[in-house]
C-alpha cells in the first residue's frame, strides 16, 4: 500500500486584500491507511538529545560540516 501525498496552496492576503505570501505544504492522505498495517506506529520527527550529541561527536571526529536551519511546519 502507497500513502499519496498532495500539495496544499493557500494565498495569505493584508488587510487591503493586496497578496501577502503565498504559502504551500505538502500532506499525506491518511484515509489510505489501512488497519492492521502499519496502522499504530506513528513517527515523530523529534530527535533526543542523546541522538544529536552522538551524531555531533561523529561528526566533529571525521571533520564533517554540519549545518542546521528551520522548518515551519504550521
Known sequence: ??????WIYKVKLDE????LKNKARLV????RQEEGIDFE??????ARL????????YAAQKNMVVYQMDVKTA
Do not use: W
Open 16 to 19: 487591503m486584500g493586496g497578496i
Open 50 to 57: 542523546e541522538a544529536i550529541r552522538i551524531f555531533l561527536a
Open 41 to 46: 506506529e506513528s513517527f515523530a520527527p523529534v
Open 28 to 31: 499525506a492522505r491518511g484515509y
Open 1 to 6: 500500500m502507497v500513502i499519496t501525498l498532495k
